[in-house]
Nanobody, 119 residues
Framework: QVQLVESGGGLVQPGGSLRLSCAASGSAVSVYAMGWYRQALGKQRDMVAAISTGGYTKYADSVKGRFTISRDNTNNTVHLLMNNLKPEDTALYYC?????????????WGQGTQVTVSS
């Protein structure tokens, strides 16, 4: 089963950018749909972006036009480029996998990577 490790989070000012990475082991990410999720303090975990094996993407309305999900099959990694960050993007970000854009949360949740947007 694929195992995932998230990285790339940090503290950034509003309007700034970050690129998150999700490194996979145990299986190739190329055979799965992959998704990024986030959970803010005291709130439920929500899907942010997903990418199919064929490269089709889906985004939450709140991040459309600002976030871009991509996959690097050579390095078995999935990225989330986040531009024009807002304080409401502050959350713990996770990646996960699935078999289609409709559901990409089949695996266990990892440690996540914290993103804090603040001046």
């Amino acid at each position: 089963q694929v195992q995932l490790v998230e990285s790339g989070g940090g503290l950034v000012q509003p309007g700034g950018s970050l690129r998150l990475s999700c490194a996979a082991s145990g299986s190739a990410v190329s055979v799965y749909a992959m998704g990024w999720y986030r959970q803010a303090l005291g709130k439920q975990r929500d899907m942010v972006a997903a990418i199919s094996t064929g490269g089709y993407t889906k985004y939450a309305d709140s991040v459309k036009g600002r976030f871009t999900i991509s996959r690097d099959n050579t390095n078995n990694t999935v990225h989330l480029l986040m531009n024009n960050l807002k304080p409401e993007d502050t959350a713990l970000y996770y990646c996960n996998w699935g078999y289609g854009l409709g559901k990409t949360d089949y695996g266990p949740w990892g440690q996540g990577t914290q993103v804090t947007v603040s001046s």
